[in-house]
């Protein structure tokens, strides 16, 4: 399995304009996570989803973000409009539950600035 | 809520051991685990904890008080590409739900 996708790798955007982080999970998994990461911060949950359904978005800071699932390999994290403190690693994990260690597996990340 | 604390910096010798200690409130416990992340890089699992007691993996072994709210992380034998950020994680209830510590960084000198 080729493991989590995430994509873009690196985004530079102007404040105000809209961002989409995509990401595909590793086949069978029946979770996904998107997590943030900062050096102030460290790593913060977001959102996770259980098979397409949102679960748990208290993570999410505000209303400028959002995520989506439309079907099991494919997910997106939205933020309109932008703003400098939204720069970060955002990573995307997924991992299968129950009987399970239900370990994460993380993407590579996508490290998104915002001048 | 859920309160994770870990070191923030630690400074070993190649070749010796190292000991990363976690301490954990959390609304519920459904087992501990422990990342490593090397800088610019995602986590990568290494270990796992649901019982009370000690996990060996090769150079690696983690242990577990649900009592205490404690884990530490054991190191042995380092090598320098051991230098990362391990990072401590709650899974707090019974679903795949995953909270992270800040992450203690780990440097291993020659």
């Known amino acids: 399995d080729a493991g989590v996708i995430q994509s873009p790798r690196h985004e530079v955007t102007e404040m105000g304009q809209e961002v989409t982080l995509r990401c595909k999970p590793i086949s069978g998994h029946d979770y996904l996570f998107w997590y943030r990461q900062t050096m102030m911060r460290g790593l913060e949950l977001l959102i996770y989803?259980?098979?397409?359904?949102?679960?748990?978005d208290s993570g999410m800071p505000e209303d400028r973000f959002s995520a989506k699932m439309p079907n099991a390999s494919f997910s997106t994290l939205k933020i309109q409009p932008s703003e400098p403190r939204d720069s970060a690693v955002y990573f995307c994990?997924?991992?299968f539950g129950w009987g399970n260690t239900g370990e994460l597996f993380f993407g590579e990340g996508s490290r998104l600035t915002v001048l | 809520g859920q309160n994770i604390d870990q070191p923030t910096e630690m400074t070993a010798t190649e070749g010796a051991i190292v000991q990363i200690n976690c301490t954990y409130q959390t609304s519920g416990f459904n087992g501990l685990f422990w990342y490593q992340q090397h800088a610019g890089e995602a986590p990568t699992f290494l270990s796992y904890n649901v019982l009370d007691g000690l996990e060996e993996k090769g150079r690696f072994s983690s242990f577990l008080s649900r009592s205490k709210g404690y884990s530490y992380l054991l190191l042995k034998e380092l090598q320098m590409k051991d230098s990362a950020s391990y990072l401590c994680a709650v899974r707090p209830f019974n679903n795949n739900d995953m909270r992270f510590g800040a992450g203690t960084r780990l440097t291993v000198k020659p």
């Open positions: 989803f259980n098979n397409n359904v949102p679960i748990d």
């Open positions: 994990a997924s991992s």
